[in-house]
């Protein structure tokens, strides 16, 4: 049996994860601006006041579904590397992956990736060094390949990015709902980004 602080515990981040999935409902229908506190607390069935039990602004709130996000993003690419592999799968496996995410999690990626220049320089700066750690994983792989000469790329740093925009921008056009599922998006991309880089014999 729970004792008092357990069950105060319990339902502290029960009332954390429902105005966190307010949130992300909010700002991905009516955007950050438009958004206001009371949109949040009415969604999450509570009151305006106990949203600043847990976020003393909004934008606190911005900022936890972003870092939450790009960890989730970052910890899915870092899984789905394996060095030990040849840098074609490596490739492979990683685009794969960070696509199945961001269809899979549209709106938190429409969120992360659009509303970033709402959050304070501090914020943005976190979430940046996530980004950027992302980015690295990326170009690690590239790195790899070129080495071996399994892949043709003169600039790895603009391919990095060329290549991580596939996932990325998805968000702004992928509908749960639509013809098209997670996997279905994830294998496509995974194969345009291998026909991007891989080297061939003349």
Do not use: C, N
């Not at 981040?13 to 105005?19: H, K, P, Q």
């Not at 909004?58 to 592999?85: C, N, W, Y």
């Not at 790329?153 to 702004?172: E, F, H, K, M, W």
């Amino acid at each position: 049996m729970l004792s008092t602080d357990e069950r105060d515990d319990v339902m502290t981040a029960t009332a954390r994860e429902r105005l966190l999935e307010a949130a992300v409902e909010a700002f991905a229908e009516k955007g950050f601006t438009a958004t206001t506190t009371r949109d949040i607390a009415a969604r999450a069935g509570m009151s305006p006041a106990a949203v600043y039990v847990h976020h003393d602004t909004k934008e606190s709130l911005l900022f936890t579904v972003s870092i939450d996000g790009h960890r989730s993003a970052l910890q899915v690419v870092e899984s789905a590397d394996d060095p030990a592999a040849a840098p074609p799968e490596r490739l492979r496996r990683f685009v794969h992956d960070f696509s199945a995410w961001h269809a899979s999690h549209s709106r938190v990626g429409r969120i992360v990736q659009y509303e970033f220049d709402a959050l304070t320089p501090e914020h943005r700066s976190e979430v940046a060094a996530l980004r950027r750690a992302i980015e690295r994983v990326m170009q690690r792989v590239l790195e790899a390949g070129v080495a071996s000469g399994d892949f043709a790329v003169d600039d790895v740093v603009g391919t990095t990015r060329a290549i991580l925009s596939l996932s990325i921008d998805l968000v702004r056009w992928f509908s749960p709902t639509g013809p098209q599922t997670p996997q279905d998006v994830a294998e496509l991309h995974a194969r345009l980004a291998l026909r991007m880089v891989l080297a061939h014999d003349d």
